[in-house]
């Protein structure tokens, strides 16, 4: 069970950056305050199936769609209201997903409530301001292994999926299985053949970036290349970057930022 504890335990390996997750908090709660948003808008029958959206200004704008990590047991969408700011400044209505935890549901189950948050999205967000044939998904960390599900996913009239950006992610269930994390997620040999993400599967293929930390952890940087060159190989095309002086708690904050070599790719001026 200890096999990987120095690839996934973040904030033994980052005990001053992982303050950042203060930072989250006070940033988003100032967000809230200052922004128009839309708080706990439910998307399905249990209390983690709720969405944050703060509309754009302009009806029929652009959406962008964050969805957190965590490794399905931690944090919730509160702590990334402030990526809403430059989001919404770049004219794009944002919704923050939030999902249940393990061990509460599975590892399944989790993945079955993103893809039924990003069917409500598409069906609903109109009323927001938002055009769901223009959507730029995003996920951080397992958020990123979400995101790569619904780019799997067949999706009828299409997705609307125009970019999808892959941060810090991990694609691939078995060293977790392999880990302290399984104590809290149960996942089975059966949960890593059918849940693991599979790049000749995609049938969405936007522009994807995948994006890592150069001072993150062997296994984040090996699964993202990992997960880059199969897409590649796949012939789903993609950009791969590993960023000089990032560690997986300040990726997240470069959408906090507006010029940075992830918020330029999500939003080119």
């Known amino acids: 069970m200890e096999e990987f504890e120095d690839q996934f335990n973040l904030r033994k390996r980052h005990p001053f950056s ?6 989250n908090v006070f940033q988003s709660m100032m967000v809230r305050a200052q922004l128009t948003c839309s708080i706990d808008v439910s998307y399905g029958d249990s209390e983690g199936q709720k969405l944050d959206i703060f509309p754009a200004k302009a009806e029929a704008a652009p959406v962008f769609i964050f969805i957190h990590g965590g490794y399905f047991r931690a944090l919730d969408k509160s702590q990334y209201s402030y990526i809403a700011r430059q989001a ?3 004219g794009y209505t944002t919704v923050l997903v939030n999902y249940d935890l393990a061990p509460g549901v ?30 730029t998904l995003c996920g951080h960390s ?9 780019l799997e996913r067949y999706w ?3 997705s609307g999926i125009t970019k999808a950006a892959l941060l810090s992610g991990l694609y691939d269930l078995g060293p977790m299985k392999r880990s302290f ?6 996942l089975s040999d059966s949960d890593i053949e059918n849940l693991n993400p599979v790049a000749s599967e995609t049938k969405q293929r ?3 970036l ?33 960023l000089p002086g990032i560690d997986h708690y300040t990726m997240s904050r470069l959408l906090a930022g507006r010029k940075n070599p992830v918020m330029d790719w999500i939003f080119p001026t």
Do not use: M
């Not at 992982?18 to 930072?23: F, H, Q």
């Not at 990003?118 to 938002?130: C, D, L, P, R, S």
């Not at 994390?181 to 149960?186: G, I, K, Q, T, V």
């Open 181 to 186: 994390l399984n104590r809290e997620l149960h």
């Open 206 to 208: 936007p522009e994807i």
């Open 88 to 90: 919404v400044k770049a």
């Open 142 to 150: 397992v958020g990123a292994f979400l995101s790569a599900k619904i």
């Open 106 to 135: 599975s590892v399944e189950e989790i993945v079955r409530q993103n893809l039924s948050a990003f069917t409500w999205i598409k069906n609903t967000i109109h009323k927001w301001n938002g055009d769901p044939s223009r959507i």
């Open 210 to 242: 995948v994006s890592v930390g150069e001072n993150e952890t062997e296994e984040f940087i090996k699964q993202s290349r990992t997960y880059s060159d199969a897409l590649t190989g796949a012939g789903v095309r993609n950009t791969f970057q590993r």
């Open 18 to 23: 992982r303050y950042n997750l203060v930072l």
């Open 156 to 158: 009828p009239g299409g």
